[in-house]
């Protein structure tokens, strides 16, 4: 079945510096979601990326699709203690199921 | 009214009790979701409906039962279960699930259960 392997599992950083999370799948994607879940919170959803290639940004943070559609990433520019949680890409295979990586968590020192 | 909304937030059951999960989403989403989740681990999939009707059961077991009253409301009925059973159950809407139509999840902020 699909798989989607993000990486690393933890990362800890100290305020002001770059962070970046992968995502790579067994299968090509129809597209690929990340979401962000706060501690004792629920996942929000961030963006979604459907064409090979495709970069995005939100402020601080830039979202890539890979050219073959099998992997991405999420580049946080800057943290702060606000991007605290753990980050999780989801990737649409072809039975358009969601499938969900096993998520970063991201912690800030201020 | 751009959210999910999940009752109860918490829940302690006995496993010979039945007990009920609602969610409720005036967004106007035709596709809704059930997730459980573990702690320090990402949501899994258990039922996916839409339009109404129930488009994918992961392999629930039968004692977790999904209902869809309207295409506003999403309920769960528990019946007999498992300590293991106990996770953060989160329910999600999205504007569809087809092959083409392809929309981020709005998820809600969960019920916690404990199964004693």
């Known amino acids: 079945g699909q798989q989607v392997m993000q990486i690393p599992q933890y990362q800890h950083v100290q305020e002001g510096e770059d962070f970046t999370t992968y995502c790579n799948s067994s299968?090509?994607?129809?597209?690929i979601q990340w979401y962000k879940q706060r501690p004792g919170g629920h996942p929000v959803f961030l963006i979604q990326l459907v064409k090979s290639g495709e970069v995005k940004k939100q402020k601080r943070l830039t979202f890539q699709f890979g050219e073959a559609k099998k992997n991405s990433s999420l580049h946080i520019t800057a943290t702060q203690t606000t991007d605290v949680g753990t980050y999780f890409c989801?990737?649409?295979?072809?039975?358009?199921?969601?499938?969900f990586g096993k998520g970063t968590l991201l912690t800030v020192n201020p | 009214d751009t959210e999910v909304t999940q009752t109860p937030k918490h829940l302690v059951m006995g496993m010979t009790n039945k007990k009920s999960l609602k969610c409720e989403q005036h967004?106007?989403?035709?596709?809704m979701y059930w997730y459980k989740q573990k702690a320090k681990k990402p949501p899994e999939l258990m039922f996916v409906y839409s339009y109404e009707k129930l488009s994918i059961n992961e392999s629930v077991p039968s004692r977790f039962s999904p209902e869809c009253p309207n295409s506003s409301l999403l309920n769960l009925h528990l019946h007999a279960l498992q300590p293991e059973d106990s996770a953060l159950y989160l329910c999600?809407?999205?504007?569809?699930?087809?092959?083409?139509?392809?929309?981020?999840?709005?998820f809600g902020s969960g019920t916690r259960l404990t199964v004693v």
């Open positions: 989801a990737g649409r295979g072809s039975n358009y199921k969601l499938t």
């Open positions: 967004m106007g989403h035709r596709a």
């Open positions: 999600a809407s999205s504007q569809g699930e087809t092959a083409s139509i392809n929309y981020g999840y709005t």
């Open positions: 299968t090509t994607l129809s597209n």
